[in-house]
């Protein structure tokens, strides 16, 4: 496969699952809007921008670290659409759809017609609406919706995409795109949640957590009905079968690179293969006694940020000195 | 459909009687349903200089245009004949240069001409066939056909005739098989089977590459359908590479060596070591492997010689030259303005012609007297006497006009006609082309750069 095309492969991975990532956390902030205390919405908005570290529109909230004086509940129409609809804003979950189309329309050969198709329909979708248009009807579903559109698009993938490198660079993408955002959301939480700024969040903000990314049942399951940070973060961060967990994320990652065999750049793709094993080392045997779970999850994210490079270097942008010639 | 406006041609009297049955509803929902399906799959060609997006989808009309088998198959021979002679034209001023030593063309008029690319003196063209891809525009006038240009070059619209087909074919299911339809789908093994036999290595299996200026492009939509139709990679010239003068593409495998390229790219970007030196988007060194003859190039560079407006004059001429054959398709009558009696004529007519600059394509630049303004008439009138050289005229034709539904009722609109011929050992043709449309009210502008939409054609069999 051409590597730009394994490259753009691998975006759409990223792309939309940012995208998936960010409507999560924003049906849970709309939600909180209609009955949570400002404090809890407050920090819903800290939490969702400082993680994606961009900056807010809302002058009174671009210093995530302190206070915020003058800002209200009006505010956060502006959020939403800073983060569904602003083109500018990289990270909105627009910018996220044109951004994967994008990629998929310079590689519409490599996809199947059916996941162009379902892509091009949910982008135009989204392209057509405005920030008014879904406040004034039912703006949770809208980001329940688009949840949707992904899950759906990753699933005529999986039903239609042949089986080779392509579909092996679109997961890597959405893995370790999944594995870059939860580890930095998960530095946030455990940095600010006892930050006496947002008063008393009631476990409010890791059970959101729980919910964001349906680990609720399995929650239940193995701790019952009481939220507690440490199990919460445990659960997040190594749960083996936990689609949404950063363990299962990394862990897919290896065993796709060693799908994937020799890389031409040989020198950075065994690299690749060697973090890959690292970062599961990582949560395998050092994890479970570590003190301070925090350094963990920024060596994790540091890691894993690394891996991104050291996959693009591998496989997209590999130096040509001393690779076969087919 | 009409040989005068109460007469259809017999074998139009189906599809009309069919329209006539339906209702307006039901026509607009065929024409909103072919319309979803473009923009569902984003067929679109991008019109530069628009400051919106970028992707704009070709408007279609859900009304197909029909051409008899008879006609069809007097194209088809017509075709064949003039691209095998434009083909003996270009081998022969890269090489010989036989048929301007005797004069059937005058020198300057070719080695004038801006296309003419002195890098490709003498230099062995595969098959003796540099055009491997010919899309020719024609018109139907109350003569008959005729031959309006030939574009030599990197031709577009073959995607949309296909496109258009599976638009438009569900739609009118009983006519389609009572019609007996001639398929236009082949047109992907057809290019597929043509590529190959530009194979220098003769291998079963070549490595072919279609080589895309990229996603800014006005036809990447193009691109993506036929790299995805003949089984090739959509490459851009960052993705390939030339080492000791072979073209290599960038995989995930390593690098791949590619055998044949379908470059969708001017000779001007090809390659920055030989034509335009600031080109992002060509690849060092690939003329030097191409003239080592350890890569083939569809259609090969220069062939825009062919396509010059001032030779185009000169088609007839070397189809009785080169073949020793009356021509089976006529040109329109043209002006060569570098001639001073041509210039004079075309001065004196002005308001009957339209003006067209050489080495034009596109529709970019098109001066039609009738709807010029005086500004606009005194302003080009400079520009012509400036450099004659670089203008032809041509009359202002009383193009065919086909019934297209717009704002929910029939409308004549002026259309023409591009079928692609294929050459490699052969030739190739699939019975359709693309029509374009000049969709505002008594345009007779069709270019998809210039807003014109398309529409289904059937050689009809029944």
Known sequence: MLSRSAQGLYWIGRYLKRAEHISRLMEQQIAALVDRPLSHIYFGWARLYSHLRVSSPVAALRDWSKEADGWGLADSFTLADDLTFTRSNEYSICSCF????????QIRHCVSSEMWICLNRSYQHMRDQHIEDI???????FYADVVQDVNTFMGVASATLYRDEGWEFLQIGRMIEHAQLMCSLLVFQTTESSEEKYGDLENYDWSSLLHCFQADEAYQHYFGLNIQASNVLNMLVTDKKLPNSVYFSLEQIGNRLNELGDAPGKRNGATANR???????????????????????VLLENLSMRLHEYISSAWFNYEIDDTARI | MFKTSRDPHSHCQRLLDELTSMSVEELDSVQERVTRTFSSQSISFTLYGEDETTERIIPIDCIPRILSAAEWDHLEA????????LNHFIVDVYGKCRILDEGVIPVDVVKGCPQYRIEMYNVQIPLDAPVGVCGTDLVRTQDGFRVLEDNLRVPSGVSYMIANRQATKTNFREVYRDYRVREVEQYGQFLYETLCEFDPTGKEDPSIALLTPGVFNSAFYEHMFLADEIGAELVEGRDLLVNDGYVYMRTTSGLRRVDVIYRRIDDDFLDPLFFREDSMLGVPGLMHAYRKGNVALVNAPGTGVADDKSVYAYVPDMIRYYLAEEPLLQNVETYLCRFPKDLEYTLDNLDKLVVKPVGGSGGYGLFIGSQASPEERNAFVEKLQDEPKNYIAQPELALSRAPCWIDRRLEPRCVDLRP???TGKTSRLVGGAFCRIALPKDSIVVNSSQGGGAKDVWVVEG
């Open chain 1, 135 to 141: 406040w004034a009807t039912d703006p949770q579903q």
């Open chain 1, 98 to 105: 044109e951004m994967g189309r994008e990629n998929a329309r």
């Open chain 1, 275 to 297: 973090f890959a094993g690292r970062l599961t080392s990582v949560l395998n045997y050092e994890w479970p006694d570590a003190e301070d779970k925090k350094r963990m999850i």
């Open chain 2, 420 to 422: 692609f011929v294929l």
């Open chain 2, 78 to 85: 017509g075709l064949k004949q003039r691209v095998a002679a």
